[in-house]
């Protein structure tokens, strides 16, 4: 008898109405909320101008939803392209199947093209917004918990995840590696936190942090993982591709702070343009304050005796 476990939804869906609310979909929509909200004030912190981060997050989301679900389906393509499959079904998204390198990948993508045309640096805004895309997967992993999927092995630990009977997987107790993952992914957010605030990591170096530090706890949680899933060399492709991701982030490390050490001064450079001319046009008008005090005189001053034309004065004299 199992005396402690974690328990599974009965549905992943609640319907208000005639509007189903869906687990998996609101934990992604939540989470990118966060990373939107915690990016932007890291960004204003580091001098840029709040609202760019939403801004840039218009190209970049959605980019990364495309990117997600298609790194999914490549290498799931059996799910929806085998014998018996309904190939529709890769475009329903709210079911589940994200794939993290995709949605990264393709996200940058949009990123880049938001920050070119505010003609900001991609590396600090990556830099702004890497613990707020940490702290949104950490959510998001929920939405596998509300379709039970992404389980791992058996377990009798008092933490095991109970799954239910359903398509594609058995009743039973399972490791609860969508947790597993939530939570290193906190814990990644806080190293990225820290090691930014006393290191004073730039130009990509606080990303390239997220991304390794990722990679590492992704490549043993993966690991433990009981989905069906395409093998190279006896592991799972997705380990492979942690593996890779993680050399390829420390590399960036490495070089970058050999060539650009430091963090960049200006992020937003309309930001500083509009300073620069702010101050330059509140000297000008003490300038000009000033030289209406020094050589302007009041307009209404009274004259004097001694401003007045002579023959007043001796006109004056004579009639009285």
Not at 99 to 127: E, F, H
């Amino acid at each position: 008898m199992d005396l402690a476990y974690i328990p599974s939804p009965s549905t992943g869906v609640l319907n208000l109405g005639p509007v189903p609310l869906r687990g998996y979909a609101f934990c992604i929509i939540i989470g990118v909320f966060v990373a939107v909200w915690y990016g932007n004030k890291r960004w204003i912190a580091r001098g840029g101008k709040a609202g760019t981060v939403a801004d840039i997050a218009v190209w970049a989301v959605p980019f990364g939803l495309v990117g997600g679900r298609l790194y999914h389906v490549i290498t799931d393509y059996q799910l929806y392209f085998s014998e018996g499959e309904n190939w529709v079904d890769a475009f329903k998204i709210w079911e589940g199947g994200l794939g993290i390198w995709g949605a990264i990948a393709l996200g940058a993508v949009g990123a880049w093209i938001g920050c070119r045309r505010r003609g900001i640096p991609l590396p600090a805004y990556a830099d702004a917004i890497a613990p707020g895309i940490a702290f949104a997967q950490a959510i998001g992993r929920w939405g596998n918990w509300f379709n039970q999927e992404l389980y791992g092995k058996p377990t009798d630990l008092p933490w095991g995840l109970k799954i239910s009977a359903g398509a594609n997987r058995e009743e039973g107790i399972y490791h609860p590696t969508f947790l597993y993952e939530s939570l290193w992914c906190i814990g990644v957010a806080l190293l990225v936190i820290w090691a930014d605030r006393r290191f004073k990591l730039g130009h990509g170096r606080a990303f390239a942090l997220y991304v390794a530090a990722y990679c590492t706890g992704r490549a043993w949680i993966e690991y433990m993982r009981v989905d069906e899933a395409h093998h190279v060399l006896g592991l799972r492709l997705n380990v492979w591709t942690a593996i890779v991701v993680f050399v390829l982030a420390v590399v960036y490390i490495v070089i970058s702070s050999r060539i650009r050490p430091g963090r960049e001064e200006v992020v937003e450079p309309d930001r500083e343009k509009a300073a620069v001319a702010g101050s330059a046009a509140d000297g000008e008008d003490e300038g000009e304050g000033e030289a209406d005090a020094e050589g302007k005189e009041p307009e209404d001053a009274p004259q004097t005796a001694a401003d007045e034309p002579a023959g007043n004065g001796a006109g004056g004299a004579g009639k009285s």
